[in-house]
């Protein structure tokens, strides 16, 4: 099992990996300085606004999918999920995380990405690299669909309202599924009930 400060500065080594990224392909692909993935959106205020109205009504949503549905029994089957669900991070240790996340990977994958993919393929790759697409049941694949439509709607969000936005979403999206996995563990770690069948919804 992953210690919290590893786990911790894994977020953070993320962040920095992405930022890397997000610099090599400005270099090659855009030929523009990081500063300019901000030029166009909202205000400050607007975007962090829109970004958390974003974040919270996903969060809800997704949340009430989870717990109203037999998602909540093959949660255990994402890697990044049981590995959240085993760690006991401190509020602070959240909001970390949530931020290293949000910054980060937006700025790789909207910021940087999308504007070169689109936003269909820069979700694909988004959900994939996290291990979302698992086609073993109805349930795993409606669960990868949802993260997919959560991507694509960060990447509405970005070419909208401007990329400040999309890192508040995410990050404030981030923060509460990790609230509520701490409040409610037992909610996101159901076990599938004796005789019932795997491909069942």
Do not use: N
Not at 22 to 49: K, N, V
Not at 170 to 184: G, K, N, Q
Not at 193 to 200: H, I, M, N, Q
């Amino acid at each position: 099992m992953a210690s919290r400060s590893g786990l911790l500065f894994l977020s953070l080594a993320s962040a920095v990996i992405y930022l890397s990224l997000t610099l090599l392909i400005l270099r090659f692909f855009h030929d523009a300085p990081l500063a300019s993935l901000f030029d166009h959106g909202f205000g400050i205020p607007l975007q962090l606004l829109a970004g958390a109205v974003f974040g919270i009504l996903a969060a809800a949503g997704i949340s009430f999918v989870i717990w109203r549905t037999p998602i909540s029994k093959i949660l255990k089957d994402y890697a990044i999920v049981e590995l959240v669900m085993q760690m006991r991070f401190t509020r602070f240790d959240r909001i970390q995380i949530s931020l290293f996340a949000g910054v980060g990977e937006e700025l790789l994958f909207r910021g940087a990405m999308q504007p070169v993919l689109g936003i269909w393929l820069t979700s694909l790759i988004f959900v994939g690299i996290h291990g979302y697409f698992k086609f073993h049941s109805p349930r795993h694949i409606l669960f990868g669909l949802m993260m997919f439509a959560l991507s694509v709607g960060l990447g509405l969000l970005y070419e909208w309202a401007g990329l400040i936005a999309a890192m508040t979403a995410h990050a404030v999206y981030d923060f509460i599924m990790l609230e509520v996995s701490h409040r409610y563990p037992a909610l996101w770690h159901s076990e599938t009930p004796e005789g019932s069948e795997d491909d069942a919804l």
